[in-house]
T-cell receptor, first 110, second 116 residues
Framework: RKEVEQDPGPFNVPEGATVAFNCTYS??????FFWYRQDCRKEPKLLMS?????NEDGRFTAQLNRASQYISLLIRDSKLSDSATYLC???????????WGAGTKLIIKP | GAGVSQSPSNKVTEKGKDVELRCDPI?????LYWYRQSLGQGLEFLIY????????KSGLPSDRFSAERTGGSVSTLTIQRTQQEDSAVYLC??????????????FGPGTRLTVT
C-alpha cells in the first residue's frame, strides 16, 4: 500500500464548476499536510498548506480529517488555468522529509 | 532572489556511461532533496541532506547512485553505468527548516535524463 494515495484521474470538469478530490495517508505520525500543484513538464509548487481546522485561499479550500487520515481539496468556480496535476503531500513525522502522492490530474474544459 | 537552479537542463547519454547532475539550492537553505520523476509518475525520493547531518540515502535505488553536497550548498548527483531505466526527470529541491515554512520545498526546473 502506498503511503499517500490519490485517484490519478483525470478529472474532466467544465469551466466554472466545482471539483473536489481527496487523498489518504497511512503514516499516523504525519503532522503537516500540503497540496502542491504541478503543471505539465514543470516542477511542483506549493499551492497551500492544510490545517486541522480547514483553510481557504480564494477559490481553494483544504480540509484535513486526522481520524480517517484523509485530506481534501475543493476548487470552486474552476478556471482553465487550474488545469494541472495536484499532489497531496504529508510530512514523514521524524524530520523535514515529505511523502508525495502520485497526483490527481485535473483538466478544465471550456 | 534566485531560485533553485539545476544543470544541465537536458542530458542524453549512452547506456553504461556515467553522468553528473548539479543542483544549486536557494542561498541559506540548509535542507536539500533529490527526487526523480518518470513520465506520468509521482516523485520518487532519492536522498536528503540537512545541514551537517549524515544524509538520508534511503531512497537511492542502487549503488550506482550517489550524491554529495559540498560546503552545505551545491549538490551533485552521480549515476554510474547508466541504464535505460534511469531515464527520468531528476528534480532538486531546497527548504529552510529553521524558519518560516519549514516544509515548503522549492524546486529547480529539473534535469531531463535520457539514456539511449
Amino acid at each position: 500500500r502506498k503511503e499517500v494515495e490519490q485517484d490519478p484521474g483525470p478529472f474532466n470538469v467544465p469551466e466554472g464548476a466545482t471539483v473536489a478530490f481527496n487523498c489518504t495517508y497511512s503514516n499516523s505520525a504525519s503532522q503537516s499536510f500540503f497540496w502542491y500543484r504541478q503543471d505539465c513538464r514543470k516542477e511542483p509548487k506549493l499551492l497551500m498548506s492544510v490545517y486541522s481546522s480547514g483553510n481557504e485561499d480564494g477559490r481553494f479550500t483544504a480540509q484535513l480529517n486526522r481520524a480517517s487520515q484523509y485530506i481534501s481539496l475543493l476548487i470552486r468556480d474552476s478556471k482553465l488555468s487550474d488545469s494541472a496535476t495536484y499532489l497531496c503531500v504529508v510530512s514523514r513525522g521524524s524530520n523535514y522529509q515529505l511523502i508525495w502522492g502520485a497526483g490527481t490530474k485535473l483538466i478544465i474544459k471550456p | 532572489g534566485a531560485g533553485v537552479s539545476q544543470s544541465p537542463s537536458n542530458k542524453v547519454t549512452e547506456k553504461g556511461k556515467d553522468v553528473e547532475l548539479r543542483c544549486d539550492p536557494i542561498s541559506g537553505h540548509t535542507a536539500l532533496y533529490w527526487y526523480r520523476q518518470s513520465l506520468g509518475q509521482g516523485l520518487e525520493f532519492l536522498i536528503y541532506f540537512q545541514g551537517n547531518s549524515a544524509p538520508d540515502k534511503s531512497g537511492l535505488p542502487s549503488d550506482r547512485f550517489s550524491a554529495e553536497r559540498t560546503g552545505g550548498s551545491v549538490s551533485t548527483l552521480t549515476i554510474q553505468r547508466t541504464q535505460q531505466e534511469d531515464s527520468a526527470v531528476y528534480l532538486c529541491a531546497s527548504s529552510n527548516p529553521g524558519q518560516g515554512s519549514p516544509y515548503e520545498q522549492y524546486f529547480g526546473p529539473g534535469t531531463r535524463l535520457t539514456v539511449t
